[in-house]
């Protein structure tokens, strides 16, 4: 069993950075790829990056290439997402996941059926 806790959410103006973090508890870190998504109001939850077990590996969509960088640190259990250049549109809850234990690094990734685990979410908000 895994639980996720995500923190660094807050108000930012459009243009200023954030750096999300998810703490991590339960079934060591290093064995599970993670992701972050986000659900803004009225919107179906959406993938925004993730990263393989080793960080050799990562996704992201297509929004966020060259503003957000997804890391991690397994010696902490930790999981972040630097966001620069923060827009308007990145408003939303952002979520930390883990892939279900057995699913092998892909494009099944992107998608949610491959999370088991998920944090409550933390609030981003850029003002324009």
């Known amino acids: 069993q895994v639980q996720l806790v995500e923190s660094g959410g807050g108000l930012v103006q459009a243009g200023g950075s954030l750096r999300l973090s998810c703490a991590a508890s339960g079934r060591t870190l290093s064995t599970s790829h993670l992701g972050w998504f986000r659900q803004a109001p009225g919107k179906e939850r959406e993938f925004v990056a993730a990263i393989s077990r080793d960080s050799k590996f990562k996704y992201y969509t297509d929004s966020v290439k060259d503003r957000f960088t997804i890391s991690r640190d397994n010696t902490k259990g930790t999981l972040y997402l630097q966001m620069n250049s923060l827009r308007p549109e990145d408003t939303a809850d952002y979520f930390c996941?883990?892939?279900?234990?057995?699913?092998?690094?892909?494009?099944?990734?992107?998608?949610?059926?491959?999370?088991?685990?998920w944090g409550q979410g933390t609030q981003v908000t850029v003002s324009s």
């Open positions: 996941a883990a892939v279900h234990a057995g699913i092998a690094w892909g494009t099944s990734l992107q998608q949610r059926p491959a999370y088991g685990h």
